[in-house]
């Protein structure tokens, strides 16, 4: 940077301000034919001129600073009315392209060049954007928005950090323009407080600044800052920043629509599918793709299976409605039961559960959790019959019978149609001592107890003579969860 404030002003300065009193000079005598918006661009350069006068015989940071501001000021003025009035008025337009000249000599420490026609701006086209810039000084905030609006975005200003968090609360902002040197909260403290939000985080920040400090740039540049642009800036390197800005914002904002589809999608799955399978089995399909080929393994499990006594007797004396009703709130409430126990329902076989502890997930207490699942699905019925006898319903009562050993575990079924489900001797085995469960009895195998951990009230032993077995099964009932 080639400014040199000190009480005796610098040579860029002397030839700026002679180029601006040059341009007010033209200005002036050709006012009658000056549309509006070119007089207030005008009126605002020259104001940013006399700003620049004052501070060029100041010496300090904060005067470097003002410089930078008054510089930018300049040149965006005499940008927008080159590009407004330079094919139409010669001797203004070439006025304009010689205090143009002047600004870069002033920033970059160049010699003048030979004064020559005003070259075409290079034109940066980009999707429509929601700009916010921030800057304490309004004038900086005005021209920030004159620029930009002309490219067809939508700019908002704030004047303070606080405002500048505000408006960001409040909208989806696609780019921040940020100044550095702001009263109260400095732009170091919003870029902190940006990139700290995880709802703002992904939101481009530009950092506009005078300062050139190595050390600041690169404190803006780690703490987050995706640009660094000095004062007065190029407008079409701004524009070029801004357009890679929004594309940046544009492919996350996607990113995030197709990442919370795909959330609602899996909680549909889960929704949709929980309502067939068990937790774990649709988690196993979901993550693990290859769960659902055909196929399965050999597991020891321990198995459920409860029914409702003289159901179909109750059915046949109910209309439909009353018998979906009943059995709705019945399957519902041991289903909830069923699941915070970890079981998995295979199936409902009319009123009859079948439920197993072990697959696809084992547990070291399965055998434990099925008994205190079958306690659990049993002391449920007096509420289940309370709401019966409200509804004019029958009281009903369950059998549940359990009893572990391997089974084979997996998808059956074909390609079109599967399941995952159960097969084995044990599977019969349960479903033969269910036969002879009494109302409100929880039956237990031989094999069972002997996986249990806990301590339970166990009485009644007898042996079963099972259909299709030829050895007896020995059972055993549960009536309590006893006390260690």
């Excluded at 549309?35 to 940013?48: K, S, Y």
């Excluded at 990113?255 to 609602?264: P, S």
């Excluded at 044990?426 to 301590?455: F, W, Y």
Aim: proline share 3%.
């Amino acid at each position: 940077m080639s400014i040199d404030s000190s009480q005796t002003p610098a040579p860029w300065s002397q030839a700026l301000l002679r180029a601006v009193g040059d341009l007010r000079v033209l200005a002036e005598a050709g006012e009658a034919g000056l549309d509006n918006a070119v007089h207030e661009d005008l009126r605002r350069l020259f104001q940013a001129a006399t700003a620049l006068e004052r501070q060029v015989t100041v010496t300090g940071t904060d005067s470097h600073h003002d410089q930078m501001n008054s510089l930018a000021a300049i040149r965006g003025y005499a940008e927008m009315l080159q590009e407004d009035i330079g094919a139409e008025s010669g001797t203004l337009g070439d006025s304009l392209t010689r205090l143009l000249q002047a600004v870069d000599t002033a920033h970059n420490g160049s010699a003048p060049a030979p004064a020559s026609a005003p070259q075409q701006q290079r034109s940066i086209t980009s999707e429509p954007g929601f700009i916010l810039a921030v800057d304490d000084l309004q004038e900086n905030r005005e021209l920030v928005a004159r620029y930009l609006s002309r490219s067809g975005h939508l700019v908002v200003t704030a004047a303070s950090g606080a405002e500048a968090l505000r408006t960001m609360a409040e909208t989806d902002v696609d780019v921040v323009l940020l100044d550095l040197m702001m009263p109260d909260m400095d732009g170091r403290e919003v870029l902190r407080r940006i990139k700290a939000n995880p709802e703002w985080r992904a939101t481009p920040v530009i950092v506009i600044s005078g300062s050139q400090d190595m050390d600041g740039i690169v404190g803006c540049i780690e703490a987050g800052a995706d640009d660094y642009l000095f004062k007065p800036f190029n407008p079409v390197l701004l524009q070029a920043r801004i357009k890679a800005g929004i594309e940046r914002k544009r492919w996350h904002d996607r990113e995030e629509q197709y990442r919370q589809q795909l959330e609602r999608n899996e909680k549909f799955i889960r929704a949709t599918f929980g309502r067939y399978l068990s937790d774990e089995i649709v988690t196993e399909i979901l993550e693990r793709p290859e769960g659902l080929e055909l196929g399965g393994d050999l597991r020891e499990v321990t198995i459920m299976m409860s029914d409702i006594r003289g159901f179909t007797t109750l059915s046949e004396q109910l209309g439909p409605q009353q018998v979906v009703a009943m059995l709705n709130r019945y399957l519902g409430t041991m289903t909830e039961i069923i699941m915070a126990h970890n079981g998995t329902i295979d199936e409902f076989i009319g009123d009859a559960i079948l439920t197993v502890f072990g697959a696809p997930q084992r547990r070291n207490d399965d055998a434990d959790r099925a008994v205190r699942c079958a306690l659990a699905m049993q002391a449920a019925m007096a509420g289940i019959n309370a709401e019966n006898r409200t509804a004019g319903l029958p009281e009903l009562t369950t059998g549940i019978a359990l009893n572990t050993g391997s089974v084979i575990a997996g998808n059956i079924g074909s390609e079109r149609r599967s399941k995952y489900g159960f097969v084995g001797h044990p599977m019969n085995v349960t479903s033969r001592i269910e036969d002879h469960c009494q109302g409100g009895e929880i039956l237990v195998s031989e094999s069972t107890v002997k996986k249990l951990a806990g301590q339970y009230a166990l009485s009644h032993r007898r042996e079963l003579s099972i259909r299709g077995i030829e050895q007896s099964v020995t059972v055993q009932r549960i009536q309590e969860v006893g006390h260690d």
